[in-house]
T-cell receptor, first 110, second 114 residues
Framework: GEDVEQSLFLSVREGDSSVINCTYT??????LYWYKQEPGAGLQLLTY?????DMKQDQRLTVLLNKKDKHLSLRIADTQTGDSAIYFC??????????FGKGTRLHILP | ETGVTQSPTHLIKTRGQQVTLRCSSQ?????VSWYQQALGQGPQFIFQ???????GRGNFPPRFSGLQFPNYSSELNVNALELDDSALYLC?????????????FGQGTRLTVV
C-alpha cells in the first residue's frame, strides 16, 4: 500500500542547516510536498516538487528528489528559531489524494 | 491567515454521542477536504466534497459523513463517537479537486471523546 516514512525528531543548532528526509512507496506519485505545522495551527504548504524534477530551490529551502530511490529531502539553510515546528512530507497519489507522513519535529538548539 | 475557518476550535464529547464540525472555505474555492490527525500522526484523508458532491473517500467508516452547502462551506458529522475518534480534524479548501498545491488548511477542531 501507500506509505510515507520520515524520522520523528531532528535537533539542529541555530544558524546550521536542517535536513529532513522522507521515503515514499507510490512510484506513480506526481507531486511531493512539504508542509509545516506550528503548535495549535493548521498545515502550511512550504514547497512542492513535480516528480519529473530533481531539485527545487526557494529562498532558504531546497528540495531534493531521488525518484529511483523514492527519497525526498528538505534542506533549510540558516535555521532560525521560527523554523521550530513539525514538518510533514506528503505525496499525491494516483487518485489525486494526499498521503502524509507522521511528521518530523524540528527542535532548534541555541 | 488562510481564510479557512473551522468551528468550534475545541470540543469534548462522550462516547456514543454525535458531533458536527464546520468549515468555511476560502472565497472562490469550491472544494473542501477533511482530514483526521491523531496525536503524533500525520493527517489522514477522510473525504472530499466538490460542488456539493462527495469526490473520494479514505478508509473511514460510514459513521463519518459530510455535507457541502451551496456557498461551499462544509460539515463533517461523526455518529456513535468512539474514544479513538479523539483527534485534530482539519479541513482544506481549494479551487478544484486537487488538494496539493492549492489547498489551504484551517486551524483545525480538536475533538476529545471521553
Amino acid at each position: 500500500g501507500e506509505d510515507v516514512e520520515q524520522s520523528l525528531f531532528l535537533s539542529v543548532r541555530e544558524g546550521d542547516s536542517s535536513v529532513i528526509n522522507c521515503t515514499y512507496t507510490d512510484s506513480s506519485s506526481t507531486y511531493l510536498y512539504w508542509y509545516k505545522q506550528e503548535p495549535g495551527a493548521g498545515l502550511q504548504l512550504l514547497t512542492y516538487i513535480f516528480s519529473n524534477m530533481d531539485m527545487k530551490q526557494d529562498q532558504r529551502l531546497t528540495v531534493l528528489l531521488n525518484k529511483k530511490d523514492k527519497h525526498l529531502s528538505l534542506r533549510i539553510a540558516d535555521t532560525q528559531t521560527g523554523d521550530s515546528a513539525i514538518y510533514f512530507c506528503a505525496e499525491r497519489n494516483r487518485d489525486d489524494k494526499i498521503i502524509f507522513g507522521k511528521g518530523t519535529r524540528l527542535h532548534i538548539l541555541p | 491567515e488562510t481564510g479557512v475557518t473551522q468551528s468550534p476550535t475545541h470540543l469534548i464529547k462522550t462516547r456514543g454521542q454525535q458531533v458536527t464540525l464546520r468549515c468555511s472555505s476560502q472565497s472562490g474555492h469550491n472544494t473542501v477536504s477533511w482530514y483526521q490527525q491523531a496525536l503524533g500522526q500525520g493527517p489522514q484523508f477522510i473525504f472530499q466534497y466538490y460542488r456539493e458532491e462527495e469526490n473520494g473517500r479514505g478508509n473511514f467508516p460510514p459513521r463519518f459523513s459530510g455535507l457541502q452547502f451551496p456557498n461551499y462551506s462544509s460539515e463533517l458529522n461523526v455518529n456513535a463517537l468512539e474514544l479513538d475518534d479523539s483527534a485534530l480534524y482539519l479541513c482544506a479548501s481549494s479551487s478544484r479537486p486537487v488538494t496539493g498545491t492549492e489547498a489551504f488548511f484551517g486551524q483545525g477542531t480538536r475533538l476529545t471523546v471521553v
